[in-house]
Every structure is written in C-alpha cells, then in structure tokens.
C-alpha cells in the first residue's frame, strides 16, 4: 500500500468530511490472516501479550497493516490480519523479533486449538480515513 496514485479522481476524494486512499498493492506483498481460538478467560492474557506486538511492528520498514478482529458470536476467537511488503523479511526477520518473544513462548498455552494460517496475495487496498 505504498503506492498510493493520484491517476484517478477516484484514488483520493473527499466523503463525508473523510478521505478515501485508494491503492494497488506491490508484486511481492503478502497479507498473513491467522485464527487464533483460545482458551475461555483468557483473553486478556492474549490481548495483553499481542498488542505490545502489534504496536512494535508499525515501525517496521517492511510492514504495511494490520487488523485484529474478535468473532462477535465467539468471543474466544480472533483473527489477525497482517500485510507485509516482503515474505523473506517477515519469514527471516520478523518472526524472530525480540519483541515477540513473550507472545510466542506464552501462546501455546492459550490456545485451545492451533492456529489456522493463510497467506494472501493482496492486489487493492481502499481505505477511508
């Protein structure tokens, strides 16, 4: 989402006092979409042990966004949602963060079954802001 064109009028326009970003996605991004299904009452643990993560991977040069949802008729279950400019850097660099290292070494014992992991190929990002 780092190429952000303002060829259309459309790209970036004006609605309802917010701006619409609109924008093609480069060749070698990759967006990881993970499910997390953890154990009851532990969702604090969790949430206490990512968002230290996913506030240290914003500054990451290689990052590009990432969403954290909760399934609103499972409040147990997650999903992460992670785009990243590079799969060598995230698989060679990124995951061994020391940043991560907590959240790592604790989610095993969260879990009540593994995570599900997908990769995606993004092509176009339309974001409101």
């Keep these: 989402m780092t190429n952000l064109s303002a060829s259309s009028a459309d790209l970036h326009k004006k609605t309802n006092h917010r701006t619409l970003v609109s924008s093609r996605s480069q060749p070698t991004e990759e967006t990881y979409v993970i499910i ?10 969790f949430l206490g042990l990512l968002e230290p993560v996913l506030d240290a991977m914003r500054d990451e040069d290689t990052f590009v966004n990432a969403v954290l949802h909760q399934d609103p008729c499972a409040d147990a279950t997650y999903m992460l949602y992670e785009t990243w400019l590079d799969r060598e850097d995230v698989l060679n660099v990124q995951m061994h963060r020391p940043y991560r290292k907590a959240f790592w070494d604790t989610l095993p014992e969260l879990l009540d079954q593994p995570r599900q992991i997908q990769v995606w190929k993004p092509v176009r990002t339309d974001l409101v802001i």
């Design 36 to 45: 997390f299904h953890l154990k009851t009452g532990v969702q604090a643990q």
